[in-house]
């Protein structure tokens, strides 16, 4: 069983930044595809980003590709996702997940956190 606790998230005007946190409670992230997902009011929970197991090769979905950055740090059982060049749009509740394959059955979820951004 693996859980993952986000923070980070918060009110913020467009254009501004924030930084979201994932700390997972398994032995180890590195055997694990880890993923970014978002879900904003009235509509379906979609992907944001993930890193693909045993290293670090990201991958983003169009809407936030050159504006966010996800990474992680194994150490710390942690990943992060840096959003910049918030837009309203991007309003939505953050979740952390992972996955022990390659990113395709999304095994666990985190709790969510609601990120805000203002016009």
């Known amino acids: 069983q693996v859980r993952l606790v986000e923070s980070g998230g918060g009110l913020v005007q467009a254009g501004g930044s924030l930084r979201l946190s994932c700390a997972a409670s398994?032995?180890?992230?590195?055997?694990?595809?880890m993923g970014w997902f978002r879900q904003a009011p009235g509509k379906e929970r979609e992907f944001a980003a993930k890193?693909?197991?045993?290293?670090?090769?990201?991958y983003y979905a169009d809407s936030v590709k050159g504006r966010f950055t996800m990474s992680k740090d194994n150490a710390k059982k942690t990943i992060y996702l840096q959003m910049n060049s918030l837009k309203p749009e991007d309003t939505a509740v953050y979740y952390c997940?992972?996955?022990?394959?390659?990113?395709?059955?999304?095994?666990?979820w985190g709790q969510g956190t609601q990120v805000t951004v203002s016009s």
């Open positions: 890193i693909v197991r045993f290293g670090t090769k990201t």
């Open positions: 398994a032995h180890t992230i590195s055997t694990l595809t």
């Open positions: 997940a992972a996955d022990p394959g390659d990113g395709n059955k999304w095994t666990y």
